[in-house]
C-alpha cells in the first residue's frame, strides 16, 4: 500500500496536480470481506438455489463468527463438521455442507486475490459413507393404495403423493409450480424457475407429461384461488416453503408406508423407467437429473413430448 501510494504522489508531484490524500488512502485499502458477504455475492452471481449455501454460511456463522474471508482456519473447519456432527447430520450431509462452505471462500480468495489455502478443502470426515442408509422404494400395490387413498381424501397434501409418484419430479419442484405452468388442455406440466422457486440445476428445467393417477391428483389439486400458484399456502415473502410441505406429507407416508418417504417416490420412479429398459438419458431427462451419459448427453434439445408420453405411458399404473 505504501508503495502505490509513493507511486502515486510521485506522479501528482511531477505533473503538478493536486489530490485528495484521504481519498487516495482510502482507494486503497484491502478489501475485507466477511463470509455473509462474499456468499451473498457468490449466490448472486451463480444464480443457483441459495438455501444450501445460506444454511451452511449460518451454521458456521454461529459456531466461528462472520470473519473475513481469509480469516478463518483448519480449526475453524474441523469446529464445524463436529458441530454438525453433533446435530446428527449424516456424514453426506456434511459433505454437502463443507463443499457449500469450500466453494464460497475459493470465490472469496480468487476475488480478493488471497493466496491461501482453503481451509474448508480436502477435510477428512471420519467414517464418511458407513452411515449411509439405501432409500427404499414403493411397490405398485403401495402407490395404487396411496393414490386412492389421496384422490378420496382430497386433501391437498396427499394428493401431492400421485402428482410425485407419476412424473418423478421433487416436491419442491411441483409445490413451487404455477398456474400458468400446468396445462391440463395438453396434459403436461412445465418445470420452470420462478421468482419464488429456483431449480436444483439448469437440467432441472423440462417439461414433462400427465398421466394416469398424476392427471387426475393434478386435477383435484388445482385451487380455485390462489394468486396463481398450484400450492399458494407454501408460497411466501421469503420463497416457496417446500419444507413445510414436505413435512406434512412424510408424516402420512411414514406412518402408512414403513417409513418410505415423498423422495422414495423418486427412486420408485426411477426402478420403474428401468423395468421397462427406458433409455438412461431419458430416465434422467425425466427426472432433471445430471446426465451421466458424457458430454453428448448434452447436446440437441433431448426427447420430444411424444416420446415422453410414450415411456409414461409404459410405467403409468
Avoid at 474441523?78 to 458441530?83: E, G, R, S
Wanted: glycine share 10%.
Amino acid at each position: 500500500m505504501a508503495e502505490r501510494l509513493t507511486s502515486l504522489l510521485d506522479g501528482a508531484f511531477a505533473s503538478g496536480q493536486k489530490i485528495d490524500l484521504s481519498i487516495a488512502i482510502a482507494s486503497m485499502q484491502p478489501r475485507r470481506f466477511t463470509l455473509g458477504e462474499v456468499s451473498a455475492e457468490y449466490l448472486e452471481l451463480r444464480g443457483i438455489d441459495p438455501k444450501p449455501t445460506k444454511l451452511a454460511v449460518e451454521t458456521l456463522c454461529k459456531q466461528s463468527g462472520d470473519q473475513p474471508i481469509g480469516s478463518y482456519t483448519r480449526e475453524d473447519a474441523k469446529a464445524f463438521v463436529n458441530a454438525l456432527r453433533s446435530k446428527g447430520n449424516s456424514t453426506a450431509t456434511i459433505r454437502r455442507r463443507l463443499d457449500c462452505i469450500s466453494a464460497v471462500i475459493n470465490y472469496g480468495f480468487s476475488e480478493l486475490e488471497i493466496e491461501k489455502r482453503n481451509p474448508f478443502s480436502r477435510l477428512i470426515i471420519k467414517n464418511e459413507g458407513q452411515d449411509r442408509k439405501k432409500r427404499g422404494t414403493f411397490t405398485k400395490e403401495q402407490l395404487r393404495t396411496g393414490y386412492e387413498e389421496a384422490l378420496a381424501s382430497k386433501s391437498p397434501i396427499r394428493l401431492l403423493m400421485p402428482i410425485l409418484g407419476e412424473t418423478g419430479c421433487r416436491l419442491g419442484e411441483i409445490v413451487g409450480l404455477r398456474i400458468e405452468d400446468i396445462d391440463l388442455e395438453q396434459e403436461v406440466i412445465h418445470i420452470r424457475p420462478n421468482p419464488m422457486r429456483r431449480l436444483k440445476t439448469t437440467g432441472s428445467e423440462r417439461s414433462l407429461p400427465l398421466v394416469g393417477y398424476g392427471l387426475e391428483a393434478m386435477r383435484a389439486a388445482l385451487p380455485t384461488s390462489g394468486d396463481g400458484w398450484l400450492y399458494p399456502r407454501y408460497i411466501h415473502e421469503d420463497g416457496c416453503r417446500a419444507t413445510h410441505a414436505s413435512n406434512a406429507l412424510n408424516k402420512w407416508l411414514k406412518a402408512r408406508f414403513g417409513g418410505l418417504t415423498a423422495h422414495s417416490l423418486r427412486h420408485t420412479m426411477r426402478d420403474r423407467l428401468r423395468e421397462v429398459e427406458a433409455p438412461l438419458e431419458l430416465i434422467d431427462q425425466i427426472g432433471g437429473w445430471s446426465s451421466v451419459g458424457g458430454v453428448g448427453a448434452s447436446y440437441g434439445h433431448g426427447y420430444k413430448m411424444e416420446q415422453l408420453r410414450q415411456w409414461f405411458g409404459k410405467v403409468a399404473l
